[in-house]
T-cell receptor
Framework: AQSVTQLDSHVSVSEGTPVLLRCNYSSSYSPSLFWYVQHPNKGLQLLLKYTSAATLVKGINGFEAEFKKSETSFHLTKPSAHMSDAAEYFCVVSGTGGFKTIFGAGTRLFVKA | ETGVTQTPRHLVMGMTNKKSLKCEQHLGHNAMYWYKQSAKKPLELMFVYNFKEQTENNSVPSRFSPECPNSSHLFLHLHTLQPEDSALYLC????????????????FGNGTRLTVT
């Protein structure tokens, strides 16, 4: 069975400071992991994807995530937040053998000027 | 510009109306999805179509009826809805491997904001 937990429903940072959005997963086999971003009144957009090629994955807009198998985590980070990063972020786990894509509940990121 | 187009962007309908949501993908994918996104609730998978065949129906009420005439088009027919069905309905597509793996990223449209009065 698979599951994904986003540890914070809301995160607030100041512009120019680092961003950390936390995600833990559970999977019976090697999962694929994703982060998506959703801006108001928009659909979800892929930020980055992990598929076992490298544990540190770089995405769009300066975001990156590190896969840590021992901690079953896939946290999303960015060195310096920008006002345009304010959005909702979803961690997603997917498996093989049929449709097994699970979305986390989402983390709302607020960026203060 | 998104490769997945949803129309209309906004829809207001009464509980006795019949309406349809349309989704078209221009990415050459072979799988399409309907998701429901309600305020303060997790994203809910409704239906999955793989090569035009419905492979998932996540216990969705029969007042929602999907149709997938080809791998590029997906419809959601709405009939006798309830106010609690008001939500953002998102369509997505992806490429499913020949082994039936759904590990490719989902590509989402911008959604239809549905209000049931």
């Amino acid at each position: 069975a698979q599951s994904v937990t986003q540890l914070d429903s809301h995160v607030s940072v100041s512009e120019g400071t680092p961003v950390l959005l936390r995600c833990n997963y559970s999977s019976s086999y090697s999962p694929s992991l994703f982060w998506y971003v959703q801006h108001p009144n928009k659909g979800l957009q892929l930020l980055l994807k992990y598929t076992s090629a490298a544990t540190l994955v770089k995405g769009i807009n300066g975001f990156e995530a590190e896969f840590k198998k021992s901690e079953t985590s896939f946290h999303l980070t960015k060195p310096s937040a920008h006002m345009s990063d304010a959005a909702e972020y979803f961690c997603v786990v997917s498996g093989t053998g049929g449709f097994k894509t699970i979305f986390g509940a989402g983390t709302r990121l607020f960026v203060k000027a | 510009e998104t490769g997945v187009t949803q129309t209309p962007r906004h829809l207001v309908m009464g509980m006795t109306n019949k309406k349809s949501l349309k989704c078209e993908q221009h990415l050459g994918h072979n799988a399409m999805y309907w998701y429901k996104q309600s305020a303060k609730k997790p994203l809910e998978l409704m239906f999955v179509y793989n090569f035009k065949e419905q492979t998932e129906n996540n216990s969705v009420p029969s007042r929602f009826s999907p149709e997938c005439p080809n791998s590029s088009h997906l419809f959601l027919h709405l009939h006798t809805l309830q106010p609690e069905d008001s939500a953002l309905y998102l369509c997505a597509s992806s490429q499913v491997s020949g082994m039936g793996s759904y590990n490719s990223p989902l590509h989402f449209g911008n959604g239809t904001r549905l209000t049931v009065t």
